[in-house]
């Protein structure tokens, strides 16, 4: 046995092979436990090279030294097992000599085994083979089954002529059919031909070997059953390859029916044409037809409505009899959300309306009618004899979403055990503000009192951080490291300073030149906010090292950032009684963060501050005092297809600051944010705010770049920033709404969402200049930075909310721009989406009763021609128009 074991250390397979030939069953038994301990040893070290070359023969002996199914099962499947596998053959013939129901019962085991366990196919087979027992149809069986398949390509041939000999095609090919997202796996190959499993499972059921009457069922009902884009491709393209017979079709009427009103669009749209010859050819009644024109026209696609009310139209043309149950049915159209879909289905009506001889039917359309658009509405008062729509409500009331309430932060964890779980959190997760802070602070707090304790509390969070690896690059030179990163990259980086710092893994040397030289790149338009967010971080691990603070000055009261000045007064009076010397970075961060927007509160805390007799009493009086801008004077510039924001420098937030804080007051300029910028981190730039969160112009002004990648470089996850931005404090200016802009005009839906989000908190809080914003996004769209079409969507999602009026004030100032460029070029790129965004423009304007005139529209409106944009420019001429007595 000593030999056996020696043989599979040293990687001999054949040898070991050999030896367990000569051992009968009770030895092979008995050595099973020596193989499991070897097992366990070099899973410790799987890649060194003594357990490369010890596994192939371990895994045999492990197969071969079991005799329970379970057992050999869960051996063959282990992970750890596939590090450097043993070939099917071989284990193929270790097995043979089992019963056949034993072998059964291991294959089944096998073939339960999830797909990610990589149980070889051509294993599974040969104890198919072996056993006898029925084929497996499970997912990873059928998924090894089509990979062997095409694996094959070697050996010649087409996948048709390879699935031919398959004596288990039929069982497997049906399970083909229950196997979840198995079309992407099927698309691997060729698209079109005997080589591509579709044209392969086509051509055999062409042939007979495969039943066609199953085939056509399975196919119909994977698409009934729904899926993944890929499988709804594939097996559609099945199905059309199938080519089924008229008398086929008719005996599915009802899945036809199914699919045209629940399945997705490419489906849909296949059972709609299916249903639409049917019906043309007189073999779907007309209470068929009406049944699934009422699911098809409820749907959203208007490519799919449109198909079903010309078909309505042609029955229609072809049968008057059929009118009494057809003409129901296409007023169902009236409520459709797009508006040419309704005038398509108003003028349908109409010129079938004299073929409805029942009163009931007459009125049945006439009460749908009130469906319809106000101009479409008072058409089909004339038309079908529908009711006089009431008069519109005298004032219209806007409905806004609540706007965010700041939360007041929590106070720092009493228990180092709680703050050891809030910080183990943090560094898993980017966590938000008032979390951060309130963590930092407790670091502060808890080093203060009992460094000890806190340290013992931390040791399961640090244990597996970078800086705390027994690698000897981290223990020799981990501040090292710290010095290189030059900055903060997010929060967690943040705390792993702090907690290197406590654990002595940082220089003091390398902590007082960060605190003293500063740790940015320059020419970074971030770099302003991130040496702020920076500064106060290394002068906090700085004096951990040397002079730890009772607490910090600069947490803040609420979820914003903002500290209000009394709480800032009483802690600096604690400092005063404990003796404490301030840190110069936390009390700088404590005063961009001291509420002055409430000049009562602000003097009272003044006075408090001045007689508190300290140095940095006398400079928060001073602050919380003084009467100058909070702004420096700004304007905008174009750059390329953007229009970006540059502005002068802020005196106020240079004098009396330390270094690290006074680029915050200095002129942003549109040419330096071209430079190299290393802050790819999303997560920091809430903590950016909060670090002016009564200024966040300032800051939108040196986000503003970033967030015109949304839209100008379909860019993702940039806007959501824009909640944050809008739920902060200070002027919403010219940065602010142009970042807005940029996000409402975003390419991907998340990024829009968040634009809309942070536009109804603006409105909501009444903070939104929806002139401004409008003629921003006139000039963008013009510019070709901004898309129309996305545009539209933005606006419409805003609107649904009841933001109506909000709306359309902010779209009469981007229309006349688009008119206006549309009646000199006609061809522009803006064009191309107008059409939607009038239409959005023009649900606004009937919704909140807007009237007036809009500069350019009646040009767009009488040109010749129904297509989108003269229509809607039409309904929204209508809708300004509209006398609201009518």
Excluded at 73 to 84: E, K, T, V
Excluded at 123 to 141: D, F, K
Excluded at 527 to 554: H, M
Excluded at 832 to 859: F, I, K, N
């Amino acid at each position: 046995m000593s030999s056996l074991m020696d043989s599979v250390r040293a990687g001999r397979t054949a040898e070991v092979v050999s030896l367990l030939d000569e051992m009968t069953d009770a030895e092979r038994r008995s050595l099973f436990p020596e193989l499991k301990a070897l097992r366990k040893e070099l899973r410790t070290a799987p890649w060194e090279a003594e357990s490369r070359r010890a596994h192939p023969p371990l895994y045999a002996a492990g197969v071969a030294c079991q005799t329970g199914a379970a057992g050999v099962a869960a051996w063959i499947a282990a992970s750890d097992m596939g590090w450097a596998p043993t070939s099917p053959a071989l284990l193929l013939r270790l097995l043979g000599d089992r019963p056949a129901e034993w072998i059964a019962d291991v294959t089944h085991r096998l073939a339960q085994r999830p797909p990610s366990s990589g149980v070889p196919f051509e294993l599974m087979a040969g104890l198919v083979r072996l056993s006898g027992c029925p084929v497996p149809t499970t997912e990873a069986y059928v998924r090894g089954w089509v990979e062997y398949t095409d694996r094959t390509w070697q050996r010649g041939g087409t996948v048709l002529g390879r699935l031919r000999p398959d004596p288990h095609l039929a069982q497997l090919v049906a399970a083909l059919f229950e196997t979840h997202d198995i079309g992407g796996r099927l698309e691997w190959g060729a698209a079109e031909g005997p080589d591509s499993w579709t044209g392969a499972l086509a051509g055999l059921t062409a042939e007979g070997v495969l039943d066609r009457k199953v085939m056509v069922d399975a196919c119909v009902s994977r698409l009934l059953r729904g899926g993944t884009a890929a499988d709804h491709r594939l097996f559609l393209r099945l199905l059309k390859l199938l080519e089924l017979s008229r008398g086929e079709e008719r005996e599915r009427i009802g899945d036809w029916q199914a699919l045209a009103s629940d399945a997705v669009s490419p489906v849909a749209s296949h059972a709609q044409s299916v249903l639409g010859s049917l019906a043309l050819d007189g073999e779907l009644t007309s209470g068929q037809l009406a049944e699934m024109s009422g699911a098809v026209l409820f749907r959203t696609e208007k490519k799919l409505v449109r198909a079903q009310l010309v078909l309505l139209g042609k029955i229609l043309t072809r049968d008057a009899s059929s009118a009494q149950e057809l003409l129901p049915a296409v007023a169902q159209a009236f409520g459709h959300e797009d508006s040419d879909i309704q005038e398509r289905a108003l003028k349908l009506v109409e010129r079938h309306l004299k073929k409805a001889e029942s009163a009931d039917v007459r009125a049945e359309l006439a009460a749908a009618a009130g469906q319809l658009i106000p101009a479409l509405r008072a058409r089909a008062v004339q038309s079908l004899g529908a009711e006089q729509a009431a008069p519109e409500p005298l004032v219209y009331e806007e409905v806004l979403p609540p706007a965010p309430e700041p939360v007041r932060s929590a106070p720092a964890p009493e228990s180092v055990v709680e703050l050891a779980e809030e910080v183990g959190v943090l560094m898993a997760s980017e966590g938000d503000v008032p979390t951060f802070e309130r963590a930092l602070d407790g670091l502060v707090r808890h080093a203060h009192r009992d460094r000890g304790a806190l340290l013992d509390a931390l040791t399961a969070v640090v244990t597996r951080r970078w800086w705390n690896s027994t690698d000897t690059e981290y223990v020799l030179h981990p501040d090292d490291h710290f010095s290189r990163v030059n900055g903060v990259f997010n929060a967690a980086d943040g705390l792993d300073l702090l907690l290197a710092t406590l654990r002595g893994r940082v220089r003091t040397a390398t902590l007082l030149g960060s605190v003293q030289r500063g740790r940015t790149v320059q020419g970074c338009v971030h770099s302003a906010l991130s040496r702020a967010f920076d500064a106060r971080l290394w002068e906090v691990a700085y004096r951990l090292q040397t002079e730890p603070l009772p607490f910090l000055l600069s947490t803040p009261t609420w979820s914003t950032g903002l500290l209000e000045p009394d709480e800032l007064v009483a802690r600096l009076d604690e400092y005063r009684r404990l003796g404490a010397r301030v840190s110069a970075a936390d009390f700088a961060q404590a005063l961009l963060r001291v509420r002055r927007t409430d000049r009562a509160a602000a003097a009272e805390a003044a006075e408090r501050a001045t007689a508190l007799g300290t140095t940095e009493g006398a400079r928060l009086a001073r602050w919380l005092t003084h009467q100058g801008p909070d702004l420096p004077a700004n304007r905008s510039r174009t750059s390329g297809d953007r229009i970006l924001v540059e502005c002068g420098e802020l005196p106020e937030l240079q004098e009396d600051f330390p270094p690290e804080f006074r680029p915050l007051g200095r002129p942003v300029s549109v040419d330096r944010t071209r430079w190299y910028c290393h802050h790819w981190d999303e997560g920091i730039r809430q903590h950016w705010l909060a670090v002016l969160p009564e200024r966040r112009e300032l800051v939108a002004m040196r986000m503003l770049r970033d967030l015109s990648t949304v839209a100008v470089d379909d860019a993702r996850g940039a806007a959501a920033f824009l909640p944050p931005l809008a739920e902060s404090g200070g002027e919403a200016g010219e940065a602010v709404h142009l970042c807005l802009a940029y996000g409402l005009g975003a390419r991907h839906p998340e990024d829009r969402l968040a634009a809309v989000d942070a536009l109804l908190t603006l409105a909501a809080r009444g903070q939104l200049d929806a002139a401004r914003l409008g003629t921003d996004l006139g000039q963008l769209v013009r510019r070709g930075a901004v898309k129309p079409l996305r545009l539209a969507e933005s606006a419409r999602t805003a609107a649904t909310t009841g933001a109506n009026a909000t709306i359309w004030e902010m779209l009469r100032h981007t229309l006349p721009v688009l008119l206006a460029e549309l009646a000199t070029n006609s061809r522009t790129a803006s064009a191309r989406g107008l059409g939607d965004l009038l239409e959005v423009a023009a649900e606004c304007a009937e919704r909140s009763g807007a009237r007036g005139e809009l500069p350019h529209l009646a040009q767009t409106a009488q040109r010749r021609g129904s297509s989108r944009l003269v229509s809607q420019a039409r309904r929204l001429r209508s809708a300004l128009t509209l006398e609201a007595a009518a």
